[in-house]
């Protein structure tokens, strides 16, 4: 086992978004020097790191110099061109690996990984030709189509109920390869996130239940009670079967569909820190972007423990915008003054519709506070009600 590489080093990213950020923040609170490789000059986390190369993911002198610059490389998001990656595992270690990265990447893949591991995944047909898409079976309607590769936040995804609907589905998705999934009667969606280090060692977080409005990310809760307890210890054993069976290295996001009558169904897994464990910066001892640090560079990963219920909620670029469609700023300072408020923005400098701008997180003593300070946070920001989300 070569020794650990401690901080002082330099470490190397792929990606600058906000979940480059946080595991920049991370890394150097550790004593790392950081380098971020993305393109944007204004990147959330270029803008926060030692160094920012900014160039395309495929640029081999950008990649060149993430490679002199660093002692290990990770990546923030999945779709990083596999190449890149498999370039840089070549001189540097990358964890997670390049190969199973490229298993992340596409759902069909993924879904024959999770079938290998005995965990169930929606019924699905994979549509790569015009006689797939004939053949596909009654059972699959109504179902959603999504795009194998790319897809995220919803996006690359079509909900579609008769044939004529699936074939004129696939063509506005330009005959892309795609996985069509059975519609499923969700009643809950949750995920978990687990770490695993080199030397196969392998932590989790509590399973943590999501609430998504338009296909995003809304809202996360995390307390004793948030799912029945067999549900718990299910998504977890079947987390970790999924990262054990992959040899991964680095922390991995699975995300499960809760059906009617409670049984446990794999939806995705995120080769990486995810939206859903943001939670972990302000309600746990050791955050997922910690453990992101210490398992790519070899150091201990422990058993993390979460000190406070938690409810995170997303900040879309929406909230940077009145009921008529003028720019306006959400009211900071009376959110800021509820207790157990802890406020991320992710420095991006213009807000969008859908775009993920920060997050909120509320902690408290107990769930019945977190849930009464989150009510009143969701009230200041405009944001429907919690329970109205689906
Ligand atoms: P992200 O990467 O941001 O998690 P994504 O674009 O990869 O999202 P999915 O996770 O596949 O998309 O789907 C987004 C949401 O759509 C799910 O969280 C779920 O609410 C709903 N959804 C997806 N597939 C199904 C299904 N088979 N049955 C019912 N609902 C589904
Ligand atoms: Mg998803």
């Not at 110099?65 to 002692?71: C, N, V």
């Not at 997670?96 to 929606?122: L, N, S, W, Y």
């Not at 949750?190 to 809202?219: K, Y």
């Not at 210490?294 to 929406?318: E, K, Y």
Request: net charge negative; proline share 7%; aromatic share 6%.
């Amino acid at each position: 086992m070569k020794p650990p590489i401690l901080p002082g080093a330099t470490l190397g990213v792929m990606g600058g978004g906000q979940l480059g950020r946080m595991f920049v923040h991370a890394a150097q609170r550790l004593g790392y020097i950081t380098a971020v490789l993305d393109p944007d000059p204004q990147s959330p986390a270029g803008l926060v790191s030692h160094y920012h190369i900014q160039t395309d993911y495929l640029d081999e002198q950008g990649l060149a110099e993430l490679i002199q610059r660093s002692a290990a490389i990770t990546t923030e998001f999945e779709n990083v061109p596999a190449p890149a990656l498999l370039m840089l595992g070549a001189h540097r270690p990358v964890a997670p690996a390049a190969d199973v990265v490229a298993i992340a990447q596409d759902r069909a893949r993924e879904k024959t990984h999770f079938m290998h591991c005995g965990v169930p995944c929606a019924p699905y047909a994979v549509i790569e030709t015009a006689g797939q898409l004939a053949a596909v079976r009654e059972e699959l309607l109504p179902g959603i189509l999504k795009t194998a590769r790319l897809g995220y936040d919803g996006k690359g995804q079509i909900r579609v109920t008769t044939r004529a609907e699936l074939a004129a589905a696939w063509d506005e998705l330009k005959n892309l390869p795609c996985v069509l999934e059975a519609m499923l009667p969700l009643k809950a969606e949750c995920s978990v996130i687990v770490a695993r280090g080199r030397d196969g060692v392998m932590v989790n977080f509590s399973p943590q239940l999501n609430r998504h409005r338009d296909g995003i990310l809304a809202v996360t809760e995390v307390y004793e009670g948030n799912l029945p307890s067999a549900l718990r210890i299910q998504a977890i054993a079947a987390a970790k079967s999924i990262a054990e069976d992959l040899q991964y290295v680095g922390v991995l996001c699975v995300e499960f569909f809760v059906l009617q009558d409670d049984s446990l169904i794999v939806n995705e897994m995120a080769p990486r820190p995810h939206n859903s464990g943001h939670y972990t910066l302000d309600a746990c001892d050791v955050s997922q972007f910690d453990l992101q640090v210490r398992a790519m560079t070899g150091l201990p990963l422990v058993q993390p423990r979460q000190h406070s219920p938690a409810i995170m909620l997303n900040l879309l670029g929406d909230l940077w915008f009145d009921a008529q469609g003028k720019a306006s700023t959400p009211d900071w300072s009376a959110l800021l003054a509820l207790p157990g408020t802890h406020l991320h923005l992710y420095g991006k400098p213009d807000a969008r519709p859908g775009r993920k701008m920060g997050h909120l997180t509320l902690t408290g003593a107990d769930v019945v506070s977190v849930k009464t300070i989150a009510c009143q946070a969701a009230r200041i920001l405009g944001l429907p009600g919690l329970e109205s989300t689906g």
